[in-house]
């Protein structure tokens, strides 16, 4: 049975929060495991509407960054896959200041089509959004481990570890 490899989970979380969009949103990865992730945010005021809310776009982002990553623990080292579809429920919304703490797990790991889904939720453990993505898995899309060389990264550690 293999497990993850704990530094190629550093590595990877390295690389995810230097991803420019997460940047920009100040999405922040802290934690991959076989079959899930954690990710975090300070919500700040670039993530408001005119009501003073984080917008729906930035809770969807985050669903969207959280489910990819829930999913990673456990596909192939050699799998590329991309969103193929993403449904978002915003239940209750907050405001400036605070963090907000997002849960993903992988529902379902198939040969072409991957399930997952998110849980945000305040400091306070409120729920503010669930949602839930299908990842298409493509031979035309490359593996991180391909990628990384285009953002001036040194290739990764193994994925896996024999156990």
């Not at 100040?26 to 670039?46: A, F, H, P």
């Not at 593996?143 to 285009?150: C, F, L, R």
Request: contains cysteine; charged residues 20%.
């Amino acid at each position: 049975m293999q497990k993850l490899n704990p530094e190629h989970v550093k590595y990877a979380i390295d690389f995810a929060n230097q991803v420019s969009c997460m940047e920009l949103l100040s999405i922040r990865l802290t934690d991959i495991t076989v079959g899930g992730c954690q990710v975090e945010m300070g919500v700040e005021q670039k993530h408001l509407n005119p009501y003073n809310l984080v917008y729906g776009g930035v809770y969807s982002a985050m669903v969207d960054f959280t489910t990819y990553w829930a999913v990673y623990g456990e596909m192939p080292e050699t799998a590329g896959y991309t969103t193929l579809d993403l449904h978002v429920d915003d239940l209750a919304s907050t405001g400036l200041g605070g963090m907000i703490y997002a849960e993903g797990r992988s529902i379902k790991i198939g040969r072409s089509v991957c399930l997952a889904e998110c849980f945000i939720r305040d400091e306070g453990g409120k729920l503010l959004v669930h949602g839930t993505s299908k990842l298409m898995v493509t031979p035309t899309i490359p593996p991180n481990d391909e990628m990384v060389a285009g953002w001036g990264f040194k290739q990764p550690p193994p994925k896996f570890l024999e156990a």
